[in-house]
T-cell receptor
Framework: GAGVSQTPSNKVTEKGKYVELRCDPI?????LYWYRQSLGQGPEFLIY????????DSGLPNDRFFAVRPEGSVSTLKIQRTERGDSAVYLC???????????????FGPGTRLLVL | GNSVTQMEGPVTLSEEAFLTINCTYT??????LFWYVQYPGEGLQLLLK?????DKGSNKGFEATYRKETTSFHLEKGSVQVSDSAVYFC??????????FGTGTRLKVLA
C-alpha cells in the first residue's frame, strides 16, 4: 500500500508569511507525528496525534506553530508569521498503535523542505 | 532527560569493509532502540530495532545489539556496499511514543 505522503515537497516563503504543510498517513494508522529536522541534525519531535486529538504537543516551539487532524487521517501543520529560523525539513510519520510505546515503529514521509527568506 | 549520542561522521569506507557506527543512550525506564536510514533524496526508513536488553536487531546484513550494561546500540555490518551510502540515525523511545533521535552519521562507501 501507499506510504506516508507529504505536500508540498518544497516550500519557499518570505519572513512573516503563513504556511501550511500537509501530511497523508498510511491508511488505517491511528497515530500521526510531526518532527522537524534542521540541517545536520536528527529529527526533533513536535506533536503527536492519537486519532483527532493532539495527545502530546510538547515539542511545538511556540504559539506560531499549530497542527490539526480534524477527521483522524490527514494532518496539517500551520506556521504563522514565519521566521528564518523556521527553515528546516518537516517530517510526518504514522503508526498503527498496535503495540505499546516500547514496540512502536513509526513510518516516515519524505518531508517538506521549508525555506523562509 | 532522554538522549542519544552518535559518532560524528562522515565515515568513509571502501567496499567490503567492516562498518561500526557507535550509538549510546541515556534513558529512564526501559527504552526501545531503533536504527533508521535515510538514503539520498528519500525519507527515513526503519532499518532495525530492539525492544529489550540483549535483543539483537538485524536487517539487510546490518546488526545491532541492545546492551543495557553499556547503554549502547552500535550498528555493524560485515561487508558494506556502495548502495549502503546514506545517513544513519539511532533513536529511542522510553515509555512514550516520542522518538528521540541522534544527530545522524553519514556513511560514504567507495567502489
Amino acid at each position: 500500500g501507499a506510504g506516508v505522503s507529504q505536500t508540498p515537497s518544497n516550500k519557499v516563503t518570505e519572513k512573516g508569511k503563513y504556511v501550511e504543510l500537509r501530511c497523508d498517513p498510511i491508511s488505517g494508522h491511528t497515530a500521526l507525528y510531526w518532527y522537524r529536522q534542521s540541517l545536520g541534525q536528527g529529527p526533533e519531535f513536535l506533536i503527536y496525534f492519537q486519532g483527532t486529538g493532539a495527545a502530546d504537543d510538547s515539542g511545538l516551539p511556540n504559539d506560531r506553530f499549530f497542527a490539526v487532524r480534524p477527521e483522524g487521517s490527514v494532518s496539517t501543520l500551520k506556521i504563522q508569521r514565519t521566521e528564518r529560523g523556521d527553515s528546516a525539513v518537516y517530517l510526518c510519520a504514522s503508526s498503527s498503535l498496535a503495540g505499546g510505546p516500547w514496540q512502536e515503529t513509526q513510518y516516515f514521509g519524505p518531508g517538506t523542505r521549508l525555506l523562509v527568506l | 532527560g532522554n538522549s542519544v549520542t552518535q559518532m560524528e561522521g562522515p565515515v568513509t569506507l571502501s567496499e567490503e569493509a567492516f562498518l561500526t557506527i557507535n550509538c549510546t543512550y541515556t534513558a529512564t525506564g526501559y527504552p526501545s532502540l531503533f536504527w533508521y536510514v535515510q538514503y539520498p533524496g528519500e525519507g527515513l526508513q526503519l532499518l532495525l530495532k530492539a525492544t529489550k536488553a540483549d535483543d539483537k536487531g538485524s536487517n539487510k546484513g546490518f546488526e545491532a545489539t541492545y546492551r543495557k550494561e553499556t547503554t549502547s546500540f552500535h550498528l555493524e555490518k560485515g561487508s558494506v556496499q556502495v548502495s549502503d551510502s546514506a545517513v544513519y540515525f539511532c533513536a529511542l523511545t522510553s515509555g512514550t511514543y516520542k522518538y528521540i533521535f541522534g544527530t545522524g552519521t553519514r556513511l560514504k562507501v567507495l567502489a
